[in-house]
């Protein structure tokens, strides 16, 4: 199922209630009515002064005019939803891609450099979970691919057993990366950096890293730029 497909089965009905609402506020109980049942007759005061007459047909015509109207409504919400969630995605990428933290990986999931998480950002529980995730990783988390890097490399060096060349091969140059970069963070939160700092340092000590495995020595120069603000935290 598409994004769009999805986003409208799971909103649409809350909205419909809303607009439902908002039409009977504004003085639509009748048109409410006649939606649900057109066959049923309604008071003509305008035919022959008589209040208690009733015609079925201009009932229906009220009841056609109605529909047409709530469909239109109903269209209109399904668009502002759809204009709503997108925004939100370009809010994501507009926050992290422009940094390059955001990796695509299908038409709606990206995967996150920083915590190697793939999420959903239009999804209101996946974004969730990826915020958590780099709130838990600011007060001094590590991901899982770090960990095991960790782990995997300190019993290699621990036994002594000609392991950390067969690793050498076997690990993701991507892990080692950011090996190094939670290793700043660490030493950062250590001498006081507020974790409010953790996704721009990451982003900004990846890309620093990014650049001198590339041997760019322009883009290393202006990485080292980017890092001064908190050369403070070094030790």
């Not at 409410?32 to 209040?51: C, F, L, T, Y």
């Not at 996704?199 to 001198?212: G, P, Q, R, V």
């Not at 590339?214 to 001064?228: L, M, R, V």
Request: aromatic fraction near 6%; charged fraction near 30%; include cysteine.
């Amino acid at each position: 199922m598409s994004l769009k497909s999805k986003i409208q089965t799971d909103h649409c009905m809350l909205r419909i209630t809303k607009v439902a609402h908002n039409m009977k506020s504004s003085g639509t109980e009748g048109c409410n009515r006649m939606h649900w049942g057109a066959e049923q007759p309604v008071k003509d005061a305008g035919i022959s002064g008589q209040p208690g007459r009733t015609s079925s047909s201009q009932g229906a015509k009220s009841a056609a005019h109605c529909l047409t109207e709530k469909n239109v409504a109903f269209r209109l919400v399904r668009e502002d939803r759809l204009d709503s969630r997108a925004t939100l995605i370009q809010g994501m990428e507009r926050r992290y891609m422009k940094r390059d933290m955001l990796v695509k990986v299908t038409e709606d999931s990206f995967r996150c450099r920083i915590c190697e998480l793939h999420f959903v950002p239009a999804e209101p529980n996946s974004s969730k979970m990826h915020k958590e995730n780099h709130k838990k990783l600011a007060r001094g988390g590590l991901p899982l691919g770090v960990r095991e890097f960790l782990n995997t490399f300190g019993w290699a060096v621990t036994r002594n057993c000609g392991g950390i060349d067969r690793l050498k091969e076997a690990q993701n140059g991507e892990i080692g990366k950011l090996a190094v970069a939670y290793s700043r963070w660490t030493r950062a939160r250590m001498n006081g950096i507020d974790e409010s700092e953790f996704d721009e340092y990451m982003s900004a000590h990846i890309h620093l890293i990014d650049s001198i495995v590339e041997g760019n020595a322009g883009k290393i120069d202006q990485a080292f730029n980017q890092i001064k603000r908190w050369e403070r935290f070094a030790g």
